[in-house]
């Protein structure tokens, strides 16, 4: 079963200081703004605006762990099914060497591969590895969809709020009370901010495909090994596996 993500709040603190200052470099080189100063306060309007209304949107859990995601996949890349690869042929040689309970004492910071060790050292039936492997592919299928609905809306909301604060401050300015020039910042801001979050949505719907691919290496690789435990045909038909989908 699919093991929910571990939040790590002092990782996701550089993520989101990182989108702020793409957005601002961004903005500045859109807008032609040399001055810091003057994106202060579209950023503020733009960021608050987003954040207040992902928070009236999605439950903090949520929200959290879709943004632990972004970082394992739209930042790290995810898991390399041809890392995946290499762990399942050590697993391999690890039951080879000290058989079916030395397998299931294995330890990763990869969820499936504890749960195919777990797997191993029970000699689950093949039914049971399959059925092992839907559910985890159900959960990580709920997960990405979850978390790109996030990232969509947060996407959605920064152009939105950028727009309203633009139409606000344009509104200002006929009156009298603004500059022109200026009410545009916040629409720019916005279309910055959403404009990285689609490159993080395709980043991570890149990595996901990548995880299901890694994810099917792990359980076939694990009724392989309990149906036919030599390394090398477990690198062939593993192989064939990562290279059909790369067709």
């Known amino acids: 079963m699919q093991k929910n993500p571990k939040v790590d709040l002092w990782q996701i603190a550089p993520l ?16 032609g703004t040399r001055d ?10 733009v960021f608050g605006g987003t ?15 879709s943004l632990q995601l972004a970082l394992d996949r739209g930042i790290r890349g995810g898991v390399n099914p041809a890392d995946m690869l290499g762990a399942m042929l050590k697993v391999c040689e690890v039951s080879r060497r000290d058989g079916l309970l030395g397998v299931a004492e294995l ?27 839907t ?30 604060g633009s139409l606000i401050h344009l509104v200002g300015s006929v009156a009298g009370d603004a500059v ?8 720019i801001c ?14 991570m719907r890149a990595a996901h495909h990548r995880e299901l691919l890694a994810a099917e290496i792990a359980y076939r690789g694990a009724a392989l090994i309990l149906e036919d435990n030599n390394v090398h045909r477990l690198r062939g038909r593993l192989a064939a596996v990562l290279d059909s989908a790369s067709d």
């Open 16 to 31: 989101l200081l990182a989108a702020a200052l793409l957005t601002i470099g961004l903005a500045m080189f859109l807008s």
């Open 190 to 203: 916005g279309l910055c901010l959403a404009l990285l979050l689609t490159m993080l949505i395709g980043r």
């Open 180 to 187: 022109g020039g200026e009410g545009f910042l916040p629409l």
């Open 51 to 65: 954040v207040a209304a992902l928070l009236l949107t999605f439950p903090p859990a949520q929200l959290a762990n």
């Open 135 to 164: 559910m985890h592919i159900e959960a990580a299928i709920r997960r990405q969809k979850i978390s790109h609905d996030v990232f969509l809306f947060a996407a959605l909301y920064a152009a939105a709020t950028g727009l309203l």
């Open 107 to 133: 330890r990763s910071g990869n969820a499936s591969v504890e749960d195919v060790c777990a797997l191993i050292g029970d000699a689950a039936e093949k039914e049971t590895i399959d059925k092992a492997f």
């Open 36 to 45: 810091l100063v003057e994106l202060v306060r579209p950023l503020i309007v």
